[in-house]
């Protein structure tokens, strides 16, 4: 097949330690294992210039083009526009949106600085890839530069419905740079959905059976591919990592009591507060679960650099801090809070051993750590998921416990649930679970959104 280009605002490269599980990362690091091609995004290194060169890497059968970025172009292109602007309000959170017009200015610029590096490193029958929302301007600058390539673009985020778009100042050229697509694809059609009825809104536009609109003179085909995860390879993860030397040290400190587990980066969406404050419900409404479990919160810090998210870190430590101070023992602390990174196998043992996942995020695209939570458990004795209803991963996922996550009680009676769970209705809804992420894995989705990228181009033709 023609090559493939991936354009994500961070690339993994092979120097780094991998420490994080799901996420754009691995699925990108799956797809080009499988295809190679070219990997290119921005760099982890903050230049002195904005002419500082690209940095290239190559590897096996896969190219790594990294662009640095000044501290002012970093500054306005993801900390003010993409994180303090599009992440809140993709997730719903318009209080915590915020807007300026200069930065919304360098998020264009960063783009179209980066359409200008990639352009000439393109060969005509290129497949380009664009991911998420740092780079929605991108494929419409590659547009200018005369780029005909197929282009397709993937949301990992929620797409917010018209009512919450409507507080964007710019939604209109955001949406408009999405229709230079070829191929615009979101986690849930739900998402889908949101992305067709805004466009009928402001655009002359017409939608065809097959999914597809046009809209500002262009076919844009449009469309929902849920990720999924190397199913196969974590399910191998967890059955070796389980007798790892950190797995083991974790089950022996358990004393035979039950293991709930959270593992989020530090966000706002992912509704940890409220985990605590679950913990601390549970515990006084149902006393009997006093030292018969303990939470382990893996949360490695991210994004330190915007102000909301050491807030939240203040936040968690506080509210940890209170929930082990009003019920810990001299033996036993209901919390275990910890700041730092595993990596993907450690954490599969990990999963293996808990009796119970909490994947409690406030908005998710789709959250892979449900998935490979699921994919981790041991057959005979698998454990129980409580899982947001507004995460993605709710549409696939429908045997878990599903609970609202603003509802700190819903929570709680759901873990007292997971807690009292018999083996056999525990068996039942893992395997309904298991047999969905099982045919629905990061190559399902590769290949079912890159062939709709090839039959979207020939509609166009």
Request: include cysteine; proline fraction near 5%.
């Amino acid at each position: 097949m023609a090559r493939l280009v991936i354009a994500s605002n961070r690339v993994s490269l092979p120097t780094d330690r991998a420490a994080q599980a799901g996420g754009l990362a691995v699925a990108m690091r799956e797809t080009l294992r499988h295809y190679g091609g070219l990997w290119f995004g921005c760099s982890d290194r903050i230049a002195a210039s904005p002419d500082a060169p690209p940095e290239t890497l190559a590897a096996g059968k896969v190219t790594y083009v990294t662009v640095p970025l000044t501290r002012a172009e970093h500054d306005a292109y993801y900390v003010g526009f993409a994180n303090g602007t599009l992440w809140p309000l993709f997730h719903f959170r318009l209080g915590l949106v915020e807007y300026r017009r200069s930065d919304y200015q360098g998020y264009l610029d960063v783009n179209a600085r980066l359409a200008r590096e990639l352009k000439p490193l393109l060969q005509p029958d290129d497949i380009v890839w664009v991911h998420d929302y740092h780079l929605i301007p991108l494929g419409r600058e590659l547009r200018k530069l005369g780029a005909g390539n197929r282009i397709g673009f993937f949301l990992h985020t929620p797409f917010p419905p018209p009512d919450v778009l409507v507080v964007l100042p710019c939604k209109d050229d955001i949406v408009e740079a999405l229709c230079h697509y070829d191929l615009v694809g979101f986690q849930t059609e739900e998402g889908a959905r949101a992305f067709r009825d805004y466009v009928a809104g402001i655009a002359q536009d017409s939608e065809h059976g097959d999914g597809a609109i046009t809209a500002f003179g262009r076919r844009v085909a449009v469309g929902a591919f849920p990720v999924g995860i190397d199913t196969a390879g974590f399910v191998a993860f967890a059955r070796k990592a389980v007798d790892s030397p950190d797995a083991q040290r974790l089950k022996d400190s358990m004393a035979d009591r039950s293991l709930i587990i959270g593992v989020d980066r530090l966000d706002y969406s992912k509704g940890i507060p409220n985990r605590f404050d679950a913990i601390e419900s549970l515990l006084t409404q149902h006393p009997e679960q006093r030292r018969r479990f303990s939470y382990l919160q893996i949360t490695p810090h991210s994004r330190s650099e915007v102000g909301q998210y050491r807030a939240l870190r203040r936040e968690l430590e506080s509210s940890a801090g209170r929930v082990n101070g009003k019920f810990a023992e001299f033996d036993w602390a209901p919390v275990r809070y910890v700041n730092k990174s595993f990596s993907r196998q450690t954490l599969a043992g990990f999963f293996r051993l808990a009796q119970i996942g909490l994947v409690t995020p406030m908005r998710d695209g789709m959250n892979l750590v449900a998935k490979e939570y699921v994919a981790a458990q041991d057959p005979e004795r698998p454990g129980v998921l409580v899982l947001s209803r507004f995460a993605g991963a709710a549409s696939e996922l429908e045997t878990a416990l599903l609970v609202n996550p603003i509802d700190v009680d819903d929570i709680a009676a759901a873990l007292h649930r997971g807690l009292a769970m018999s083996l056999e209705e525990r068996r039942e809804r893992w395997q309904a679970m298991m047999d969905v992420v099982s045919r629905n894995t990061v190559i399902t989705w590769r290949e079912e959104f890159l062939a709709a990228l090839r039959h979207a181009v020939a509609l166009v033709a």
